[in-house]
Structure formats: C-alpha cells, structure tokens
T-cell receptor
C-alpha cells in the first residue's frame, strides 16, 4: 500500500519557538495533502488541505499565520508551527492522496511545547 | 446533530468473539465510507474502503453500508488481542479532494 512518513516523530520545544514537521509520500505522488491534529481520546480534526504548488486551504478557526503549510512538491508537505505555545501541544498527523484514491496517513508527530 | 456519530466505548470482548462497530451519519450525500484503525500514539491505518451501499469483506473484516438507514458497520470475526485499538469510521462525498469526516472513534479491547 501507499506509504506516508512524517518527521520528526516527536518533538519538544520551548514556548515561543517554531517547529517544522515534514510529511512525505514515499512511493506515490500526492496531489493533495492534509494536516490534522488530534487531542487525547478525541478524533482527528482537519486543519488544512494543500495541493502541490497552491496555497493551503485552512479550516475555520485555524490560524494560517500560526500554522504555515508549504506543499512544494508532489511528495513533500511541511507544517510549521510558529511561535508555539503550550496549547499547541498535540498529535499532528498528515495524510496524502492521489487522484481518485483515498487518503493514506502518516504515523503522526507528537509535539510538546514547554 | 453531529455529522457522524459513533459509540466511543470502550468496548471489551474476549478473544475469538465477533465484534460489531457502528456509525450513523446525517448527510445523505456521503458516497464513500472508510474504516480506519488507530493504535495508541500512531497514525490511522486504512482497513476498509467502500463505495455506496453493500458489503465488502477482507479477511476477518466485513464492512456494511446501508445508505437508506445512514448506517455503516464493521464486523471483526475471530477477534485477536492485536485488534485492540481505536476504530474510526470516516466518510466523504467524492474521492481525493474532499475532506474526510471522521467519527469520534470506538475504543476496542480484546482480552486474551
């Protein structure tokens, strides 16, 4: 099946710093990538959708200046959490899809902001 | 009313039992239905992917979709301790570009 990787798998940072998370589709070209966050014992919440070469589309309530998404190629998307604060601590998961196919999820990145 | 509803559990069954997981939804426009399995601290893993009404079987897993009742089910036969995870139902209007709407997930424990 299609494989999606994320890096890093976990990160601890100080409040006020920025953190970049990478999402890669390893064996297919992803026309669309999605970013989710998940709090403990809750379901996934879609943050944004990005198509290669285009600006990301953010869901209502998600600050686009805080969560910067770049989808520079068909195999790589990055999420940068700028000026992170403890309330940004969460599990961030990306997914990728190719034309006419369902989404394949990465393993997730656990972010802890101290 | 939430778009997708799912009993959060937790559901605890003995090894070898048949497990039935269910979701209901409110939007009749949904066409594609998925079941994902998520182990603790891991990303969701696609288990089943079906289009419209009917049944689909894959090994010990059977997915059922009843669009007239807006109800989908996942059956797990001969459940194993390794099936212990959270199961998320999900659905979307059309493939690829449309966002996926997830249920809240059902936590399953299979006791040896």
């Amino acid at each position: 099946g299609a494989v999606v990787s994320q890096h890093p798998s976990w990160v601890i940072c100080k409040s006020g710093t920025s953190v970049k998370i990478e999402c890669r589709s390893l064996d297919f070209q992803a026309t669309t990538m999605f970013w989710y966050r998940q709090f403990p014992k809750q379901s996934l919440m879609l943050m944004a959708t990005s198509n290669e070469g285009s600006k990301a589309t953010y869901e209502q309530g998600v600050e686009k200046d805080k969560f910067l998404i770049n989808h520079a190629s068909l195999t790589l998307s990055t999420l940068t959490v700028t000026s992170a604060h403890p309330e940004d601590s969460s599990f961030y998961i990306c997914s990728a899809s190719m034309l006419q196919e369902t989404q394949y999820f990465g393993p997730g990145t656990r972010l802890l902001v101290l | 009313q939430k778009e997708v509803e799912q009993d959060p559990g937790p559901l605890s069954v003995p090894e070898g039992a048949i497990v039935s997981l269910n979701c209901t939804y409110s939007n009749s426009a949904f066409q594609y239905f998925m079941w994902y399995r998520q182990y603790s601290r891991k990303g969701p893993e696609l288990l089943m992917y079906t289009y419209s009404s009917g049944n689909k079987e894959d090994g010990r897993f059977t997915a059922q979709v009843d669009k007239s009742s807006k109800y989908i089910s996942l059956f797990i036969r001969d459940s194993q301790p390794s099936d212990s995870a959270t199961y998320l139902c999900a659905m979307m209007w059309k493939t690829s570009y449309d966002k996926v709407i997830f249920g809240p997930g059902t936590s399953l424990s299979v006791i040896p």
